[in-house]
């Protein structure tokens, strides 16, 4: 079985299983459709369920996948766990897998520019982009900036990270 260990929310998770012959191991076609269930958080009930479809059915042989919408409207929030359920019946045996995967927001920056110092070829980018970098447990955060001899101090500011690039 294979997945995305994390999705964006807007984007889609992709997951698959093979399915084999309780007996020989053999590679065999369920005697139905897989069903998926998955949870937010080992909270029950699911959010989503489904059934799995078979892909490439002329060349393989017990090979499933599905393809679902990890958005709001289908329940997925932000940093929160998800775990998929796949259950599957081959010849009258019933198995089950079971993965989790993190949904992440989309991550928006919001850029404003300044000028270092004299050196116009030199900007610093603060970007809003959420508590995200080294800043997100360093409130006393200080960037030198070597090049110029400057320090740019992030003032307590969680949502800002620093990036120094050649202005074009």
Do not use: W
Request: aromatic residues 8%; proline residues 4%.
């Amino acid at each position: 079985m294979g997945s995305q260990m994390r999705v964006t929310i807007g984007d889609f998770l992709t997951f698959g299983i093979c399915t084999h012959d309780p007996d020989t191991g053999e590679s065999t076609d369920t005697d139905f459709a897989p069903a998926y269930r998955i949870y937010e958080d080992e909270i029950a009930p699911p959010i989503l369920t489904g059934s799995m479809a078979k892909l490439d059915d002329a060349n393989t042989t017990g090979f499933y996948t599905e393809r679902i919408a990890c958005s709001e409207a289908n329940g997925f929030d932000d940093r929160k766990s998800y775990t998929v359920f796949i259950q599957a019946t081959v010849f009258g045996s019933t198995g089950g897998i079971s993965f989790t995967f993190v949904a992440r927001a989309r991550v928006v920056h919001e850029v404003a520019k300044v000028t270092v110092g004299h050196r116009p070829d030199l900007i610093v980018e603060l970007e809003a982009a959420g508590i995200i970098g080294e800043a997100e447990h360093r409130p006393d955060l200080i960037v030198e900036l070597a090049a110029v001899g400057m320090i740019v101090e992030l003032e307590h500011r969680f949502d800002l990270i620093v990036e120094l690039r050649a202005d074009p």
